[in-house]
């Protein structure tokens, strides 16, 4: 119940496609969804999240869309660049508690020029 | 200024040493962690500490101790280094639940 799955593994996309990352969660007590980036030899770092009171969130070219009955949230990168290639880990929390964050495996992303 | 700043960045030791990695947080937050991020990039949570109080423990062998002097800092120290330990550790720390600001990491590497 405390898991958070996460696909694709990995994925390739071409410079301006719009690479889609989803999670899915079972815990209805979960009401933080965060996503956060890594790049190779740094810590990952908080790029965008949302709470389960609405369906969708965008930040510059990232969009969050969440699927409360379906316990499903995903992160879209609309006209995506080379510089956006890392590794994408969406995570859950319940904010009331000692703020326990469960990540899903991640997702290597490669943009090709 | 870092605001989550870890030592060492890199740590190569034999098996059966003790090592310590330290962790320091500008932010003024409350709770710090220690995640462990494996081969595979997974990463899990293996300690956390709200004002200085221990809270989260996760199965961790006894040979990973976590020491925090105040609420800025949270240090690791790990006895009878194993192979099956070398991973990147992350420290992170928060202001609330979800969210965290990570370290830079310490990649060990137990040969």
């Known amino acids: 119940q405390q898991q958070v799955k996460q696909s694709p593994q990995s994925l390739i996309v071409q410079k301006g496609g719009i690479p889609i990352i989803n999670c899915a969660y079972e815990?209805?007590?979960?009401?933080?969804f965060p996503w956060y980036q890594q790049f190779p030899g740094k810590g990952p770092a908080l790029l965008i999240a949302i709470r389960p009171d609405v369906s969708e969130k965008k930040e510059g070219r990232f969009t969050i869309s969440f699927n409360k009955s379906a316990k499903q949230f995903s992160l879209h990168i609309m006209d995506s660049q080379p510089g956006d290639s890392a590794t994408y880990f969406c995570a859950a929390s319940m904010t009331s508690n000692t703020g326990k964050l469960i990540f899903g495996q991640g997702t290597t992303l490669q943009v090709k020029p | 200024d870092t605001a989550v700043s870890q030592t060492p960045k890199y740590l190569v030791t034999q098996m059966g040493n003790d090592k310590s990695i330290k962790c320091e947080q500008n932010l003024g937050h409350d709770t710090m962690y220690w995640y462990k991020q494996d081969s595979k990039k997974f990463l899990k949570i293996m300690f956390s500490?709200?004002?200085?109080?221990?809270?989260i423990n996760e199965t961790v062998p006894n040979r990973f101790s976590p020491k925090s002097p105040d609420k800025a800092h949270l240090n690791l120290h790990i006895n009878s280094l194993e192979l099956g330990d070398s991973a990147v550790y992350f420290c992170a720390s928060s202001l609330w639940g979800g969210m965290r600001i990570f370290g830079q990491g310490t990649r060990l590497t137990v040969v």
């Open positions: 500490y709200n004002n200085k109080e221990l809270i």
């Open positions: 815990n209805t007590a979960f009401d933080y």
